[in-house]
């Protein structure tokens, strides 16, 4: 009765209780992996014309050393491995490439065409303070210093202890 | 570092919620009313998805993308955003080309993907609803 009235009143913890955390921890796991790989795409797209795309080899320049950062960037989030890191190199990245490329183009995103630069860049912000979650190589990494590491005092335990 | 980077999530959560919600909003504008023409895109670019939807769910783009930049009933306007953008990408960004890149449909797979996050947890600290249920909670 008692649980009944709280789940009324706050139909989203009503909600949390059917799905549970499993759902949620799942839907991340699709989100990152299919983000990482959405984003790999202009790597490959610049590296060697993935799906017909226009091929970038000028490489001093920014918009080409873009491709190999976005390939190995996007596959190491899809694989989740050194997450917070590399969400954050590609954060920044994207905040660049807004900036330089569509920013003068347009005041609004869907106006300038950097729109999907918007999206990434604030996906990876999240995904900085977000981790990889389950089932990443991140993952796997701390479960192991966790349990190789004992001493209470050592800062990897207190690192493995939080959430990945 | 770890440890205070994390404790900062629920508010990227809310940031990364407030501009999806506000570009979202855009296209709801943008089917409605005709605003915010497209001034450029990338090379071989084709235009969003959510361009080429029928007009009628330009309302429930403007609404929802509304309620979800409040964080008002979070998870139920990003559900319906979410649906809207798969719908999109179903219906219009899939038959162009396998490819979602080719198909201009990585932009609504992205919303598709965070909107359905936000409908399974929440959108973060910074929203109306947690500010209605901590006063809801305060006066109980």
């Known amino acids: 009765m008692l649980v009944a009235q709280e789940n009324r009143m706050k139909p989203g913890r009503a909600l949390d209780k059917v799905l549970g955390d499993k759902l949620t921890g799942s839907w991340l796991v699709v989100l990152r992996i299919a983000a990482g790989l959405l984003f790999s795409q202009h790597g490959g797209e610049k590296l060697w014309g993935f799906a017909g795309g226009r091929i970038d080899h000028n490489f001093p320049s920014l918009h080409a050393l873009a491709g190999p950062i976005e390939l190995v960037g996007g596959l190491l989030i899809a694989a989740g491995l050194f997450t917070r890191t590399v969400a954050f190199i590609l ?3 994207m905040a660049v490439a807004y900036f330089m490329d569509w920013a003068p183009k347009g005041f609004f995103p869907i106006n300038n065409g950097g729109e999907e630069a918007v999206l990434f860049c604030y996906l990876f912000l999240w995904l900085v303070t977000r981790g ?6 991140d993952a796997l990494i701390h479960r192991r210093t966790e349990t190789s590491v004992q001493r209470p005092s050592d800062h990897r335990t207190v690192n493995a202890a939080t959430r990945v | 570092v770890k440890l205070t980077v994390t404790a900062w999530e629920p508010h990227a959560r809310s940031i990364l919620r407030i501009i999806l919600a506000f570009v979202f909003s855009l296209h ?4 409605l009313y005709g605003l915010f023409p497209q001034l450029a895109r990338r090379p071989g ?3 969003v998805p959510l361009d080429s939807l029928p007009q ?6 403007l609404i929802g993308a509304g309620l979800l930049f409040l964080g008002l009933l979070t998870r139920p306007s990003a559900l319906a955003l979410a649906l809207v953008s798969l719908a999109s990408y179903v219906l219009v960004a899939a038959p162009r080309a396998l490819a979602p890149i080719r198909a201009g449909g990585n ?3 992205l919303y598709f993907l965070v909107f359905m996050y936000f409908a399974l947890d929440g959108g973060g600290s910074w929203s109306l609803d ?3 249920e901590t006063r809801r909670a305060g006066r109980a």
């Open chain 2, 130 to 132: 947690r500010l209605l």
């Open chain 2, 107 to 109: 932009e609504v797979l």
């Open chain 2, 28 to 31: 709801g504008l943008r089917l």
């Open chain 1, 91 to 93: 954060c920044g990245e």
């Open chain 2, 45 to 47: 670019g084709v235009s």
């Open chain 1, 132 to 137: 990889a979650g389950p089932l990443s190589i």
């Open chain 2, 56 to 61: 009628f769910t330009g309302y429930i783009m």
